[in-house]
């Protein structure tokens, strides 16, 4: 028999601006997504890590990070 004894999954995610508004009100709207993006993984207790948090030359933000697969531990991934 086997058990899950850590998991996590490592994502690269782009909050890309759209296309048929103003820049400022869409930078505006990403950073806002960004924000409610962490918000929602804690209000969720999912244990996560951002490796990195980069601004776009167009404004838009890449995050790389590694976060909790479904409910399993995580291990020692995000030490």
């Known amino acids: 028999m086997k058990r899950v004894k850590a998991a996590c999954i490592c994502q690269t995610l782009h909050f890309m601006l ?3 508004l103003e820049h ?6 990403v ?13 969720n207790g999912t ?3 951002i490796v990195s948090e980069d601004t ?4 838009s933000v ?5 976060k909790q697969y479904n409910s ?3 291990g ?3 030490d």
């Open 18 to 20: 759209k296309d048929d």
């Open 24 to 29: 400022d009100y869409a930078v505006n709207l």
């Open 31 to 43: 950073r806002d997504e960004v924000v409610k993006y962490k918000a929602s993984l804690d209000r």
């Open 47 to 49: 244990k996560y890590k």
């Open 56 to 59: 776009q030359p167009d404004d």
């Open 62 to 66: 890449m995050i790389k990070i590694i």
């Open 72 to 74: 399993s531990p995580v």
């Open 76 to 78: 020692e991934y995000l």
